[in-house]
C-alpha cells in the first residue's frame, strides 16, 4: 500500500525556518523526480520545489533563494529546509512525485503557518 507521511509543520514567526519531511512506504522512489507541493486556503495547489532523481533541482520562484529541497534514497525520504519564512508561506504542504503508484495520491500533509 502506497502512502507518503509529511511531518516537521507548525507554526513559526516571520524569518523563522522549518524542515519538512516526507516519509514514502509501498513504493521505491530513488528513480523518480519528487516534489513538494503547497496550498494556501482559497488557492489551488502550487508546486513549490523538485529533485530529479540525479538531484537536479528547480524551485518556484516565490521560494528561490529560501528553500532547499533534498532527498536520501536510502530512507525513501524527501525533505523541505525553509528559511526566512514569510505569511504568504503559509499553507498545508505535501509531497508527491512521478512515480506511477503516486498518481491522483495525496497524502494528509503538514500544515505550516507563519504569523507572529
Known amino acids: 500500500q502506497v502512502q507518503l507521511v509529511e511531518s516537521g509543520g507548525g507554526l513559526v514567526q516571520p524569518g523563522g525556518s522549518l524542515r519538512l519531511s516526507c516519509a514514502a512506504s509501498?513504493?521505491?522512489?530513488?528513480?523518480?523526480?519528487m516534489g513538494w507541493y503547497r496550498q494556501a486556503p482559497g488557492k489551488q495547489r502550487e508546486l513549490v520545489a523538485e529533485?530529479?532523481?540525479?538531484?537536479?533541482?528547480n524551485y518556484a520562484d516565490s521560494v528561490k533563494g529560501r528553500f532547499t529541497i533534498s532527498r536520501d534514497n536510502a530512507k525513501n525520504t524527501v525533505y523541505l529546509r525553509m528559511n526566512s519564512l514569510k505569511p504568504e508561506d503559509t499553507a498545508v504542504y505535501y509531497c508527491?512525485?512521478?512515480?506511477?503508484?503516486?498518481?491522483?495520491?495525496w497524502g494528509q500533509g503538514t500544515q505550516v503557518t507563519v504569523s507572529s
Open positions: 529533485i530529479t532523481s540525479g538531484g537536479t533541482t
Open positions: 509501498g513504493i521505491i522512489f530513488r528513480l523518480n523526480t
Open positions: 508527491n512525485g512521478d512515480h506511477p503508484a503516486l498518481r491522483g495520491y
